[in-house]
């Protein structure tokens, strides 16, 4: 029932962003702007981002080798590409990151390891991002009226790496564990330890990690392009730079669970940032609304394969391990 309700708040919540967005919108300026789109250049933008989603594979694949038996390529493609669809279309409490760590970690249970590969993939990812904005951060160096660019980066690079040490500090660990068996939660207790020590074991194999951030880096900066190449065929002009410092601004903005999957505020941001260094409004926000259409398009694939792997208790079992690992 509550996640019903969620769902319900974040849907009005998501309706009335796209209201404020569009009510005072220029709409002749807004579909002037989508219908001069250069369809050979979003084509190529559409195929540089499966590049990068093909890349993000061979770096999840990495990351589980130290813990657990993987697939072939093919089939992470397949569970990676199930993740996608229900991180962009599914409006439900089951995020893409748990379905990943379900299927990759079903057929041997071993849960614990793939949540690990899962989390460290994710968190490589975003190590790579907040390194690259912050480098554009300095490159460019930026007051814009109203929105502290560079703060909102440095202060996000900051507190992920408080985060990052905190969770791969094994004396953090233990004290966790220690509260929960004095709890009497010694259930959670267990499966904590069994995280921490799949990330002892990656501490083990600090070359992969290594590797791994490298591919990340290599994959944001095709993140970049993807919105830089779109904005190309929309005709808009602007320096490399700023897609290094806004597009993981916009990625963190996205993040704040307000609305469905960060449908409205992407948009938001995009109109706020691009139009505060002199970009049409109309045409930021038709950027990230064709931006947003790129991504849900590069989730059809997923629904599709999606649908010869469910069955009737999978749905019931990520509820489940979504309850244990959150």
Same mark, same amino acid.
């Given at each position: 029932m509550k996640r019903?309700?969620?769902?319900? $708040?974040?849907?009005?919540?998501? %309706?009335?962003?796209?209201?404020?967005? *569009?009510?005072?919108a220029d709409w002749r300026a807004f579909y002037a702007t989508l219908a001069g789109a250069r369809i050979g250049v979003l084509l190529s933008s559409f195929a540089v981002l499966w590049v990068g989603h093909y890349i993000c594979i061979f770096r999840w694949r990495m990351l589980m080798r130290p813990l657990m038996p993987v697939f072939s390529l093919v089939r992470l493609f397949e569970i990676y590409c199930i993740g996608l669809f229900f991180n962009l279309t599914f409006p439900t409490a089951v995020g893409g990151d748990l379905v990943k760590m379900y299927y990759a970690g079903k057929p041997t249970r071993q849960y614990a390891q793939s949540f690990a590969a899962t989390f460290l993939d994710r968190d490589s990812g975003m190590f790579a991002m907040m390194i690259l904005a912050c480098?554009?951060?300095?490159?460019?160096?930026?007051?814009?009226?109203? $929105?502290?660019?560079?703060?909102? %980066?440095?202060?996000?690079?900051?507190? *992920?790496?408080?985060l990052n040490v905190m969770?791969?500090?094994?004396?953090?660990h233990r004290i966790l564990t220690g509260m929960l068996r004095k709890m009497r939660l010694t259930g959670i207790a267990t499966r904590v330890d069994a995280i921490s020590d799949a990330f002892v074991i990656m501490g083990t194999h600090p070359q992969i990690l290594f590797q791994s951030l490298l591919i990340s880096l290599a994959n944001q900066l095709l993140v970049f392009t993807v919105t830089w190449v779109t904005a190309i065929a929309l005709r808009i002009n602007v320096s490399f730079l700023y897609f290094l410092v806004f597009v993981p601004v916009i990625t963190l903005i996205s993040m704040i669970p307000i609305s469905l999957n960060g449908t409205g505020l992407r948009e938001y941001a995009f109109r706020g940032l691009f139009s505060a260094i002199g970009v049409a409004p109309a045409s930021a926000l038709a950027l990230g609304f064709l931006s947003s259409i790129l991504l849900l398009l590069s989730a059809v694939p997923g629904g599709i394969v999606y649908l010869f792997f469910r069955n009737r208790d999978d749905l019931r079992q990520m509820a489940a391990l979504e309850t244990e690992f959150s």
């Open positions: 019903k309700a969620s769902a319900l $708040i974040k849907a009005v919540i998501t %309706v009335l962003l796209f209201y404020l967005l *569009f009510r005072k480098l554009g951060s300095l490159l460019l160096p930026m007051s814009l009226p109203g $929105i502290p660019v560079s703060l909102i %980066v440095w202060v996000s690079f900051a507190a *992920f790496v408080a969770i791969f500090t094994p004396v953090l």
